[in-house]
């Protein structure tokens, strides 16, 4: 692969230092009571996406908007693609991690925030709550009852971030900042996502400012592309590891935890032609019911679901897996954390 110039790297470096230092300015600390004396110097990291929850929040988070018509289904439909891009890529690019998550803001933008995050609020309970591994969760709380602190580092925007942390009951969150404006949203960032380099900017800062001995601090993640964040820390867990996460872990002798059931079948994320199939069902059963809804305002006789001659539909639950924008295998197991 070609060397970047000089001047794109030095760009990108000072993008990843941006958001970086942005997210652990806006990290905000949950008061906790601890039973146990506290560890001030040692905490632990956790990635969320397929690591402390099933799936991409990001990705629930839009879908629970469409659910609440905040978007149009043809938003919803660009945003899948670009996820699709973001998750079948692997090691993706930085521009098209920028372009997903600058076309998820897009869809906030103008919105003000206590507004979002009302949503999200809302969205946590309905979409994400039973999704979050009780596998992750317990190691969570291993380090709470260690008296350590427990943050959150994703590339999803911070308050949504921040609110998976605190329905855990962990420290708080870094995330994607947002840039603000009088109370409401731009549709643009500060700096880059948190993402790559940039989580181990965040991590860095944050430990500088809360007084974090890295050595002694811990780092969890499902994927390669937080190898930065995973070697600055004195311990690093894979956990449900990608491929090369998975090979990379055991060159490095780190711990591997999988709470995936049949993991040689079962892929989380959008991997292949059949998570697209799944997003594709999602826009198309939201488009069918407006369609529905339209139609019987309108008076139209036959339109509305269960009219004579109309087709049944069979309705299933879908699968952890599927119902998080990706794949099974018959004999999975339902969503973790029930």
């Not at 979050?132 to 590339?155: E, F, K, N």
Request: proline share 5%; aromatic share 6%; hydrophobic share 45%.
């Amino acid at each position: 692969m070609p060397r970047l110039p000089q001047r794109l790297r030095e760009g990108r470096q000072a993008r990843a230092v941006l958001a970086g230092t942005a997210s652990a300015a806006a990290a905000d600390v949950e008061p906790t009571a601890l039973d146990v004396p506290p560890d001030p110097s040692a905490a632990a990291f956790f990635d969320v996406d397929n690591t402390i929850m099933v799936g991409a929040s990001i990705y629930h988070f839009a879908k629970g908007l469409a659910a609440r018509r905040f978007f149009t289904t043809a938003d919803l439909a660009a945003f899948a693609w670009q996820q699709v891009k973001f998750r079948v890529a692997g090691r993706e690019s930085r521009a098209g991690m920028l372009q997903a998550r600058e076309a998820a803001l897009a869809f906030v933008a103008g919105k003000p925030v206590g507004d979002i995050v009302a949503l999200g609020e809302e969205i946590y309970d309905d979409l994400m709550a039973e999704r979050i591994w009780s596998g992750a969760r317990a190691l969570a709380q291993t380090h709470l009852d260690a008296g350590q602190r427990v943050w959150l580092v994703t590339a999803t925007p911070v308050e949504l971030a921040s609110i998976i942390a605190r329905r855990l009951g962990l420290t708080g969150a870094l995330g994607t900042v947002a840039e603000v404006r009088n109370g409401a949203y731009t549709g643009h960032l500060v700096g880059e996502p948190l993402h790559g380099a940039a989580k181990a900017q965040a991590v860095r800062a944050l430990a500088e400012r809360e007084g974090l001995d890295l050595s002694r601090c811990t780092a969890y993640s499902d994927s390669i592309n937080d190898l930065p964040m995973l070697s600055l820390v004195g311990r690093a867990v894979a956990v449900n590891p990608d491929s090369a996460l998975r090979m990379e872990a055991r060159t490095q002798g780190w711990e591997i935890r999988d709470f995936r059931t049949g993991r040689k079948a079962a892929k989380i994320g959008v991997p292949t032609a059949l998570g697209m199939g799944v997003l594709i069902g999602v826009l198309a059963g939201l488009s069918a019911r407006r369609r529905v809804s339209a139609r019987g305002a309108g008076g139209s006789p036959g339109s509305a679901a269960g009219a004579p001659g109309a087709p049944r539909r069979l309705r299933r639950r879908p699968s952890a897996g599927a119902a998080a924008g990706g794949t099974a295998s018959a004999g999975s197991s339902p969503a973790p954390g029930r």
